[in-house]
């Protein structure tokens, strides 16, 4: 599964209906397209289609996976999320103030933490820039894209499939390289 095409939404949508019915998993109240419209309004921000209409077709969060989005740490959410490709700030070699600066000025914005994986590590959906509507995995030594590209509906219905034991990086390979 990767980046779905918008006409496909709701076919998938349908398809994540089913697996949660039959998984047995609660999902929080579905939002009003009020209630998604004032967040945006609060935020300066449109969320990624997909999510907008997960949160009002499916539901709004669930339990140990999935923040409500009320919930969803958001700072500087319509600022734009400056990255493209992964970045392990652990491996630069520039002085801490630099990697610092670009964390703030590149990373920590344009994006809502979906799922907290503690120890420093969380699941993010990137609301702003060009990497708009992927889930992104945050870490204390890095961040990068999940997988193949993976957009929200990929991202959560990979979840469904697997549980607590899906591997978000099973396609990823880490070549060294950096932008």
Known sequence: MAIYDPKDYEKVINRIQGKIKALHIEMGACLS????DAFEASHKVKLPQA???FLQKVGNGCEHVLNPLEKCPCEKLDEPFML??????EEDDRE???IQADMENKVYRGNLELADKGCGMSYNLIVTGKCRGEVWDFADVGVQPCCERQDFLGWFELWLDDGDEVDYFKDYVYDGDQE
């Open 51 to 53: 999510y907008r209409l």
């Open 33 to 36: 397209e009020e209630a998604v």
């Open 84 to 89: 493209d490709t992964f970045w392990l700030w």
């Open 96 to 98: 801490e103030e630099l």
